[in-house]
């Protein structure tokens, strides 16, 4: 009889490899809410005049502007941690992702859309990527606004 290997080293290097990437998210976070207070403007030359202005003009929906508002998120929310712009034993890449075929744990491929973005963000243990683990925090559905994501979806779909 072929005794098999014990598999508590692959559980402790998982069990590491998780509280690492926690650890990183952690980290992550702390530097993305300090950048937000330090690039906020030191001077209060605005006249309230010119405030009343600010808040008068219309805010047009400027495809531009959600890309780096979605940029933006996708650092603060840490997933820059996990989806880097190569594929990786805890997350595929997004980058070239929009309108690609993907393959699913149950065996069935998906194209990547707006609305299967949506679905990966607000739900994602809905549908799985073949060869990775069901990691995702599921906090987003709660967390984000429902402009948050179409500018999180409009950063990921102009990712090349």
């Not at 809410?33 to 008068?56: D, G, I």
């Not at 805010?59 to 996990?82: M, Q, T, W, Y």
């Amino acid at each position: 009889m072929v005794e098999e290997p014990p598999k508590w080293p692959v559980r402790i290097i998982g069990i590491g490899l998780a509280i690492a990437f926690g650890l990183l998210l952690v980290v992550l976070s702390f530097q993305g809410a300090a950048s937000s207070f330090s690039n906020k403007p030191t001077s209060l030359s605005n006249s309230s005049s010119q405030k009343q202005e600010q808040k008068k003009a219309p805010k047009r929906n400027n495809p531009s502007s959600d890309i780096r508002r979605g940029e933006a998120l996708f650092e603060e929310s840490g997933c820059v941690a996990c989806h880097t712009d190569a594929d990786t034993p805890i997350a595929p890449t997004l980058h070239g992702i929009n309108g690609s075929l993907v393959a699913l744990e149950d065996g069935t491929t998906v194209q990547v859309d707006s609305a299967y973005i949506t679905e990966s963000i607000l739900d994602p243990l809905a549908r799985i990527v073949r060869g990775y683990s069901p990691i995702m925090p599921l906090s987003y559905k709660d967390d984000l606004t429902d402009k948050e994501v179409q500018a999180l979806i409009a950063y990921i779909k102009s990712l090349k």
